[in-house]
C-alpha cells in the first residue's frame, strides 16, 4: 500500500478527544524494523512533528489492519437465505475474514478483562480468566 497524499494520515494535530477516549492494553509491542521501513516511519515521523512515533506506527498499523480485512471482506461462502423484507440475498460469511472477526473478538475480551480487574467500577464480574483458558 502506497501513501502518497496527506489524506492517507489523520492530520498531525493529536486530537485531543481521541487522545482521552483511547484505551491502551498492558502488553507492549516491540520489534525490530527492516532499515527500508525505519527509514521510511522515520521520514513520516520527521513529516508530522506534532506526532509521536507510537502514534504513527498506530495509525500504519490500522492502516493495514483495514486493508487485510477489506480484502477479505469479499469473500462469502455462499446465499444462506434472502432477507424477508428486500429479498436481498444474505451471505454467509467464511474464511480468513470470518476467522479473523472471531479472533479479534476473543482477544478483545481477554484484554478488555485484564484492563477491568483494576476498575473497582467494572460493569460485569472479574474472574481470573485468561485467554486460552479451557475452563
Known amino acids: 500500500m502506497n501513501i502518497n497524499k496527506p489524506a492517507d494520515l489523520p492530520d498531525a494535530e493529536p486530537d485531543a478527544k481521541r487522545e482521552r477516549g483511547m484505551r491502551l492494553t498492558r502488553k507492549r509491542y516491540s520489534c525490530r524494523l527492516p ?11 520527521e513529516m508530522h512533528p506534532g506526532k509521536t512515533r507510537a502514534q504513527l506506527m498506530g495509525d500504519l498499523l ?3 489492519l483495514a486493508e487485510v480485512e477489506r480484502a477479505w471482506s ?15 440475498p444474505i451471505y454467509l460469511l467464511g474464511g480468513p475474514f470470518a476467522e479473523f472477526h472471531g479472533l ?7 484484554m478488555e478483562h485484564d484492563l477491568a480487574k483494576d476498575d473497582p467500577e467494572a460493569s460485569y464480574p472479574v474472574d481470573d480468566y485468561t485467554l486460552g483458558d479451557d475452563t
Open 104 to 110: 479479534i473478538h476473543k482477544h478483545h475480551l481477554a
Open 35 to 45: 532499515l527500508e521501513l525505519a527509514s521510511r516511519l522515520e521520514a513520516l515521523c
Open 62 to 64: 490500522g492502516l493495514g
Open 74 to 88: 469479499g469473500r462469502a461462502t455462499g446465499v444462506v437465505g434472502f432477507h424477508p423484507d428486500t429479498r436481498q
